[in-house]
């Protein structure tokens, strides 16, 4: 069945990957990130593959943004089944550098705009009587290294808000965290720290595509209603 997907941070890495797979598979994904010019590339890729895609520059860290990405969605199409919260930064640094501006930037990404994706699709998926949460989390949800303190409690946090959810929920609405481990993507690129920076070269020596990421997504979509899939944890084979 064709449902409407939603998917945030979908100019690249994971969100591009998920919109590529899913429009392959017939679903119609509506598409947000504020890079436009990377948005308008990810949706002629997924039109190539048969799908189809609508666009619209989305700050996830802006609540009435976010609220007007799905209200538009919905009244376009009539409905949302499922919403995808993907949009992410990774600026690691070690505790004492005190790079403030870039903890309060990974909590207003990863965690507030988790909650206003969350905030925005509640009231539909409730009037429709159905509809699927997906939050795309990290293994960092699971464990702490060195200069991931703060990135992986704003993990942490994403995956107690989405088993918070889920068990608050009626079962009509599902709920998902899927947690990547190292994937080919451009999160490591927002580092800043120089020694945060070489130890994330050597930690990303082993790493899989995307597209593992966004079949995981994909299995937990496409199981029948009354199947909640409630985690995926997709690491390489060779991170321990």
Same mark, same amino acid.
């Given at each position: 069945?064709s449902k409407v997907?939603?998917?945030?941070? *979908?100019?690249?890495?994971?969100?591009?990957?998920?919109?590529?797979?899913?429009?392959?598979?017939?679903?119609?994904?509506?598409?947000? *990130?504020?890079?436009?010019?990377?948005?308008?590339?990810?949706?002629?890729a997924v039109e190539?593959?048969?799908?189809?895609?609508?666009?619209?520059?989305?700050?996830?860290?802006?609540?009435?943004?976010?609220? *007007?990405?799905?209200?538009?969605?919905?009244?376009?199409?009539?409905?949302?089944?499922?919403? &995808? +919260? +993907?949009?992410?930064?990774?600026?690691?640094?070690?505790?004492?550098?005190?790079?403030?501006?870039?903890?309060?930037?990974?909590?207003?990404? +990863?965690?507030?705009?988790?909650?206003?994706?969350?905030?925005?699709?509640?009231?539909?998926?409730?009037?429709?009587?159905?509809?699927?949460?997906?939050?795309?989390?990290?293994?960092?949800?699971?464990?702490?290294?060195?200069?991931?303190?703060?990135?992986?409690?704003?993990?942490?946090?994403?995956?107690?808000?989405?088993?918070?959810?889920?068990?608050?929920?009626?079962?009509?609405?599902?709920?998902?965290?899927?947690?990547?481990?190292?994937?080919?993507?451009?999160?490591?690129e927002s580092i800043?720290?120089?020694?945060?920076?070489?130890?994330?070269?050597?930690?990303?020596?082993?790493?899989?595509?995307?597209?593992?990421?966004?079949?995981?997504?994909?299995?937990?979509?496409?199981?029948?209603?009354? &199947?909640?899939? +409630?985690?995926?944890?997709?690491?390489? *084979?060779?991170?321990?």
């Amino acid at each position: 069945m064709s449902k409407v997907i939603l998917i945030t941070g *979908a100019s690249s890495g994971i969100g591009r990957a998920t919109a590529v797979r899913l429009g392959h598979e017939g679903h119609h994904v509506v598409l947000g *990130a504020r890079r436009e010019d990377r948005l308008a590339e990810t949706a002629e890729a997924v039109e190539a593959v048969g799908g189809k895609a609508d666009v619209r520059r989305l700050d996830v860290t802006d609540r009435a943004d976010v609220a *007007a990405f799905v209200a538009a969605a919905a009244e376009r199409h009539g409905r949302v089944d499922v919403i &995808v +919260n +993907n949009a992410g930064v990774m600026p690691l640094s070690p505790m004492e550098a005190l790079l403030v501006d870039e903890w309060d930037r990974m909590i207003d990404v +990863n965690v507030r705009g988790l909650l206003y994706g969350i905030a925005a699709a509640l009231p539909h998926f409730r009037r429709q009587g159905a509809g699927h949460f997906v939050t795309v989390a990290s293994v960092g949800a699971h464990e702490v290294v060195p200069t991931g303190a703060v990135y992986c409690a704003t993990k942490h946090a994403a995956w107690a808000i989405t088993e918070g959810l889920r068990q608050e929920l009626d079962p009509s609405i599902r709920v998902t965290t899927v947690s990547p481990g190292v994937v080919e993507s451009e999160l490591a690129e927002s580092i800043t720290d120089p020694a945060a920076r070489a130890a994330m070269r050597t930690y990303r020596a082993d790493t899989i595509p995307p597209d593992s990421i966004a079949q995981a997504i994909s299995y937990a979509i496409g199981r029948p209603p009354g &199947v909640d899939v +409630n985690e995926l944890v997709i690491r390489p *084979a060779r991170q321990r």
